[in-house]
């Protein structure tokens, strides 16, 4: 059985960062698709998993959010909702709005076409109750922002007032009852384009229930042993590939929850075992460096990856790159400067396993 390995001083828990950076090129890869010089060469099914990218995204959201949390409230005996919302806020506000200023300035002079109310609803993290055939695509992606924010709004209340049992029991409810939503809401509107929060919650609910199960996980024997198993790990990789499109009702009734599973599975599996083949992948320095400025590359992405766009900077590979650099520039003058002050509204929380966590709030 391969034992399980973490570094003691390692600023972060390993391999998320990594699979940060494995989330962003997928939804990069597929936005790109259709974008002038987009290689043909390239398979598809490398390139049709945005979505997966985004879903990715959000269980490790809810994981690092809740671990956080948690670990608070074990070592302090509380937890302090005022530090919480203000360490959000700076984290994730600043390159925002830096975003929606280039935008604005864009619209100011006629270098961009978008309505106006579209930055009124990403400016207030509204953009999921904008209809997708009414929104632009360079703000059409705030939507998962938006949506998450909105769960963090009402998350860490819960866990505090009705406590982390009732909490966690009801994530584990919202992610077995999210799909049947979102069959719900297929059913009545095939095109419907609101993205209503209880309609992909489940993503973010399976993450945070892998945060509250882990400590009682890891004293299970079976535990250890289905993560070693090399045969689960292929099953978590083949499946997303697996192409559902042509049967939604059994995509979001089955294979929304496989999928969410399967991304649970790789966390846990390569932040308990970093020295695997997957393990070092994912904690290579190259795929780490992409995980961390992959909120600002979030951000720009959609301005450069067009499949409309005629512009120089809108060709592929040059809107790779362009993104890339948007958002470099962004990590160094914004969320770089501003992790320090968010490090001092962080309680002294501690490590666990050996491992400092990051700070993703």
Known sequence: MIQAEAPKNARNIPSLDGLRGVSILLVMLGHARGTLGFPSWIPSFVTEHASLGV????VISGYLITTLILDEERNTGKISLKLFYARRTIRIFPPLYLFLLCLTIGLWTGMLELPKYNLLFAATYMMNFVPSGIGTWVTGHLWSLSAEEQFYLAWPAAIRFVGRGRALAFAAILAVCSPLVALAVYQVNHDLGVRFLGVFSDSIACGCVLA????????????WTALSARAGCLVALIIPLID????????LLVTETVLNLCVCYCIARYTEFPKTIGGRFLND?????????SYSTYLWQQLFLNAHGTAL?????????????????????????????????????????????????
């Open 244 to 251: 559902h499109r042509n049967h939604p009702r059994i995509h």
């Open 285 to 293: 320095r190259a795929v780490v460096s992409v995980g961390r400025i």
């Open 55 to 58: 879903q990715i995204f959000f």
């Open 212 to 223: 509250g199960a882990m400590p009682w996980l890891r004293r299970q024997k079976l535990f």
């Open 313 to 361: 900077l809108q060709t592929f590979p040059i809107n790779m790159v362009a993104t890339f650099c948007c958002a470099a520039i962004s990590f160094t003058i914004v969320e770089k400067p501003l992790a320090g002050l968010r490090r001092l509204l962080r309680p002294n929380i501690g490590q666990i396993n050996g491992q400092i966590l990051p700070t993703a709030d």
